[in-house]
């Protein structure tokens, strides 16, 4: 039975000072953010931040993203490089997380970070996002608002769909223009990527002035970002890639001149498909059938929809 009547807020000022509240008093609201939607909770609430990995069911060994309004907030609570300040003066706010070592009196529960040294901390780019932020005043601990595993949400009726009930509230902000997660990288030690995301990694690395290492060389003490878990984004159905047609029984997702029952862009915009990516994954899951996705290319921001594809289609556990 679900335990909550989940409220659906206005991105006014009612509604934010109604999320606030909420978290202030240790409760769940899901927000949206310029990748996907949040499930977030005060991030130095322990109890609260339990309630996240309750909702969703996600192992307790994944850590969560601390959400803060500027990079002065960030410098608070972890180390700051050099290379943490160029990144954070090229991309923030935007959709590019970064994780760096734990400064001593952080006050954030261990939970978010899984025990680990290190914090994973963004500064999103969303108005409503930024103005939640603000009405809170304090770290938001928000991974993805789907139960773990699933088919992350761009929509708050996606929200709805996997955690309703389970949670006080979700923000309705429309859907999320980036449309995938942020990227992820680690600067505990050598740059490395642990996630591609809405930020290409080729522009990350023009901002560095270097290349970014392979995820398996940040520290070998540390588990890399969401991914790693090879199955992710499952939809219920199958799926298949790189298919030029549609077989007997499938739905298509298209890409450029392969048109599906749904088309992540038809001019090829990697743009348009990374935001269309989750909505039209969600849509032709709910028709029961298997789905055939068409190859979209590897560059830019197609390397973190192929990412997101190939975990969609990897054998379930
Ligand atoms: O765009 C996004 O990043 C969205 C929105 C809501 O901000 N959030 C998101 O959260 O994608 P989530 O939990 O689905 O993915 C965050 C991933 C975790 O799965 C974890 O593997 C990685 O970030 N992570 C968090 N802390 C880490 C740390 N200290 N070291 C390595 N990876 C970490
Ligand atoms: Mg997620």
Redesign the pocket.
């Known amino acids: 039975m679900p335990e909550f009547d989940t409220e659906l807020l206005a991105p006014d000022e009612g509604g934010l000072a109604r999320a606030a509240a909420i978290w202030r008093a240790g409760g769940l609201v899901a927000l949206p953010?310029e990748?996907?939607?949040?499930l977030a909770a005060d991030a130095r609430q322990g109890r609260a931040v339990a309630r996240i990995f309750a909702a969703k069911e996600r192992p307790r060994f994944?850590?969560?993203?601390v959400?803060l309004p500027d990079a002065a907030a960030a410098r608070q609570l972890a180390d700051w490089p050099r290379d943490a300040a160029r990144l954070a003066d090229a991309f923030w706010p935007g959709?590019l997380?970064l994780?760096l070592p734990l400064r001593p009196g952080h006050g954030l529960s261990p939970l978010v970070?899984a025990d680990?040294p290190?914090?994973?901390l963004?500064v999103?780019a969303h108005d409503v996002a930024r103005a939640a932020l603000h009405a809170f005043g304090g770290p938001l601990a928000?991974?993805?608002?789907n139960p773990s595993g699933r088919i992350s949400p761009t929509t708050a009726a996606h929200v709805l769909s996997g955690l309703g009930g389970r949670i006080e509230a979700v923000i309705d902000g429309g859907p999320c223009p980036v449309g995938v997660?942020?990227t992820?990288v680690?600067l505990a030690g050598d740059p490395a990527l642990?996630?591609p995301?809405?930020v290409p990694a080729e522009a990350v690395e023009a901002a560095l002035g270097r290349p970014l290492a392979p995820p398996e060389a940040a520290a070998p003490d540390?588990?890399?970002?969401?991914?790693?878990l090879a199955s992710h984004y499952a939809p219920r159905a199958a799926v298949r890639l790189d298919a030029t047609e549609r077989r007997a029984g499938e739905v298509l997702l298209g890409f450029g001149a392969i048109a599906g029952d749904l088309t992540l862009s038809a001019s090829g915009d990697l743009a348009e498909a990374a935001a269309n990516l989750f909505g039209h994954l969600h849509a032709l899951d709910a028709r029961g059938q298997p789905i055939a996705v068409a190859p979209v290319p590897k560059t830019g921001l197609g390397q973190a929809i192929n990412d997101r594809l190939r975990r969609a289609a990897a054998p379930r556990p």
């Open positions: 953010t990748t996907v939607y949040g994944n850590p969560l993203i959400h959709p997380t994780v970070t680990l290190t914090v994973a963004r999103p928000a991974p993805s608002a997660e942020s992820i680690s642990l996630r995301g809405g540390r588990p890399g970002a969401p991914g790693q």
